[in-house]
Nanobody
Framework: QVQVVESGGGLVQPGGSLRLSCTAS????????MGWYRQAPGKQRDLVAS??????????NYADAVKGQFTISRDNAKNTVYLQMNSLKPEDTAVYYC???????????WGQGTQVTVSS
């Protein structure tokens, strides 16, 4: 099994930046996807960005709303994924969750979430 823990959320003014971190521990498969999702009050949980690690490299994808604004990266040695969030807007306010998907076992694991609040 895999444990997923996020950190780095907080209160930031519009236009500011935050970097979220997510670390996975346990049985880590060679082919896996780590992604960031967010959920605002009263709304569904939506994908923000994801990064897939395979033998030949990594693949990333972003929600249209954050392309050019957020950047996802990972450190495989630390089993850690980062989300660099720039030019933050009030509509980015949400609980941000990290997800780990193992392709071999078709298993998904969620972190507890970290609150990001963008407000003046």
């Amino acid at each position: 099994q895999v444990q997923v823990v996020e950190s780095g959320g907080g209160l930031v003014q519009p236009g500011g930046s935050l970097r979220l971190s997510c670390t996975a521990s346990g049985t880590i498969g060679s082919r896996n996807t780590m992604g960031w999702y967010r959920q605002a009050p009263g709304k569904q949980r939506d994908l923000v960005a994801s990064i897939t690690s395979i033998t030949t490299g990594s693949r990333t994808n972003y929600a249209d709303a954050v392309k050019g604004q957020f950047t996802i990266s990972r450190d495989n040695a630390k089993n850690t994924v980062y989300l660099q969030m720039n030019s933050l807007k009030p509509e980015d306010t949400a609980v941000y969750y990290c997800n780990f998907w193992d392709w071999s076992s078709s298993s998904s694991f969620w972190g507890q979430g970290t609150q990001v609040t963008v407000s003046s």
